[in-house]
Nanobody, 124 residues
């Protein structure tokens, strides 16, 4: 599946963003979906994931509370809403698709397809 992320930008601390990731090519509802992020000079880390039907959502411990993942299978799109943005949220955010549920626990090695990333920069 091909993934196209969007919605990033330069924002002030305390604001909110909603990132979108549109999928094409294969049946979107067959995929578990997730978001990862990579800050400058750091490794890519897990943010959140969602089951195929959207009924269960999983978050990295440090991401609970300000991050919300959702999906719309009719639109083949997964979203990540980030509230009360902080400078430490500055990173490239990647959406990811997987055929297995390992992504639900942050398994980046089980990702079958990555989006190109969208930059989020938070100024203080």
């Amino acid at each position: 599946v091909q993934l196209q992320a969007s919605g990033g930008g330069l924002v002030q601390a305390g604001s909110s963003l909603r990132l979108s990731c549109a999928a094409s090519g294969r049946a979107f509802s067959n995929y578990y979906m997730g978001w990862f992020r990579q800050a400058p000079g750091e490794e890519r880390v897990f943010v959140a994931a969602i089951t195929r039907g959207g009924g269960r959502k999983y978050y990295a411990t440090s991401m609970k509370g300000r991050f919300t993942i959702s999906r719309n299978n009719a639109k083949s799109t997964v979203y990540l809403e980030i509230n009360n943005l902080k400078p430490e949220d500055t990173a490239v955010y990647y959406c990811a698709a997987s055929n297995t549920d390992g992504i639900l626990s942050g398994g980046a090695a089980l990702v079958s397809d990555w989006g190109q990333g969208t930059q989020v920069t938070v100024s203080s």
